[in-house]
């Protein structure tokens, strides 16, 4: 099929996907410079970075005011956005989506860390303000420490009513160690489009099993150890890159190998070929004063709802690509242009070369004005940005969609299973965990999926 490409995807995340806001910013730092690009290097191709899939916020706030309205009906939606206290006054992202549901007709929204809820009547409460629906911005590890700590009956009750998104149930599919059931035990129950993207996975310990090709290991932590170069190492529930072991970046690979079986709980992942996932985009240095075509690794993460597609976060930088790694978001727009993915890119790759360093560096000097004045900055300072966009063409929407699709509805299978216990193996979660997963099955209701995708849009797909 036209419009199909390669590639994989790394993970899944099913307990409490980010990353929305920083896109629609991408977005329009990504716009911007590229209309100053086209006109000023007269370039003759069309990018549309309007359509709605491009911007996930306002896609995710409808999720979240249709998930209320399941629930309260025609009612004023009052949305709490939960996170820890500590990340209240730091999380832009949180804060901007908080101003958006805020600045929508007949809505009310709040930024609240967990503790600060109030239960009277078996109603939920934010600062006096009566809640419909709340999004948690942490997984159920972090429900399980603050616990502890903290009266949580009221999050505990709306979790129970069924008034958090993502339903606290879904999170164990999320595990990096379901991708092992998915390439062994229930290879048959996924659709074909979900097998095809998963990589080989397997939870790393002493043991014999089925490699890659199908053929016998005998002891896996042996094969590691043969197959370093092409192998990565991550842990069970990792986030933002942490803890992740690059065979071919470390040369001690018997001290990489028992630390993973020390801090226990990791998996082995064939290393997704990193030409597949590359892309060249033109970079300055500054110091050098040279403007050059700089390969990037990318990350393609898809968000997907009930209601499919609805957007993406397109992150590139090194391995791992995270941003809490030192990577950035990219802006991503569909080709309009009858030419293909790979013309268009050299197109626009050459133009931009052509225009020089000094013209460069003070348009990148304007982008990083603009940044940091939208906010669009992360822990490490200013988020970096390419000086073009990620390109696909209307036909890799149409594929990413049924992508979409079929994993939702693999994922919803994976988490029926879970419930009857046949996953316990691969998602190793503690029994605090287990129980707040339990309170609130997800059966397929309103929530958001991110996958990310180590995709190829390139080349052609046959
Ligand atoms: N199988 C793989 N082959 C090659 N690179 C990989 C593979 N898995 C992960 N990576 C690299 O590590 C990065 C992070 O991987 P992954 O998404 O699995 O972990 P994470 O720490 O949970 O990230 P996130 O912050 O997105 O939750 C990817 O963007 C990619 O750069
Ligand atoms: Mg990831």
């Known amino acids: 099929m036209r419009g199909e490409f390669s590639g994989y995807h790394s993970e899944w995340n099913l307990g409490s996907p980010g990353g929305w806001d920083y896109q629609r910013m991408a977005q329009e ?122 009266n949580l009956k009221p999050l505990i009750k709306a979790i129970k009513m069924g008034m958090v998104i993502n339903p606290r149930g879904m999170e164990p599919i999320g595990a990096k160690g379901v991708f092992e059931a998915i390439t062994s035990e229930y290879k048959n129950i996924v659709n074909e489009t979900t097998l095809r993207r998963t990589p080989w996975t397997r939870q790393f310990f002493h043991r014999s099993t089925l490699g890659p090709d199908g053929e016998s290991i005998p002891d896996l932590i042996q094969w590691a150890r043969d197959n370093w170069e092409n192998i990565i190492l991550k842990p069970v529930h990792g986030y933002s890159g942490k803890g992740i072991i690059i065979g071919h970046k470390e040369s001690n690979r018997d001290k990489c190998i028992q630390d993973a079986l020390n801090s226990g709980n990791y998996i082995i992942q064939r290393l997704i070929p990193l030409t597949l996932w590359s892309e060249e985009f033109p970079y300055i240095d500054k110091k050098d004063k040279s403007l050059f075509l700089k390969s990037w690794q990318t990350d393609f993460r898809c968000f997907i709802t009930n209601k499919g597609l609805i957007g993406f976060v397109t992150r590139f930088g090194g391995i791992p690509t995270n941003v809490g790694s030192g ?125 990310d995708g180590l995709f190829n849009f390139v080349d052609d797909y046959d």
């Open 327 to 451: 990577g950035g978001v990219q802006s991503t727009a569909i080709l309009r242009s009858n030419i293909t993915a790979k013309e268009a890119i050299k197109r626009i790759n050459e133009a931009i070369m052509s225009l020089g360093f000094d013209f460069i560096a003070q348009l990148q000097e304007q982008i990083d004005k603009k940044s940091t004045k939208m906010g669009n900055v992360y822990l490490l300072g200013p988020i970096m940005s390419t000086l073009r966009p990620r390109i696909i063409t209307p036909g890799h929407v149409l594929s990413l969609q049924a992508y979409a699709k079929n994993l939702w509805d693999d994922a919803l299978k994976l988490e029926s299973l879970w419930r009857e216990g046949k996953l316990t193996q691969y998602v190793c979660i503690s029994k605090e965990e287990e129980e707040i997963a339990r309170l609130n099955p997800w059966n397929g209701q309103a929530a958001l999926i991110a996958s």
């Open 29 to 150: 730092i990504g716009r911007y410079s590229w209309q100053i690009l086209k006109d000023k290097a007269d370039i003759n191709i069309e990018l549309d970075f309007e359509h709605p899939i491009l911007n996930p916020v306002p896609a995710f706030a409808n999720l979240l005011i249709e998930a209320h309205r399941s629930n309260f009906g025609r009612e004023k939606p009052s949305i709490a956005l939960v996170a820890e206290q500590e990340t209240l006054d730091k999380v832009g992202e949180n804060i901007h989506f908080v101003q958006y549901l805020n600045s929508l007709p007949d809505i009310s929204a709040y930024l609240i860390s967990p503790d600060k809820l109030e239960l009277r009547n078996d109603q939920i409460f934010a600062d006096n303000n009566k809640i419909t629906l709340l999004f948690l911005d942490f997984n159920n590890n972090v429900i399980v420490r603050l616990k502890k700590r903290y």
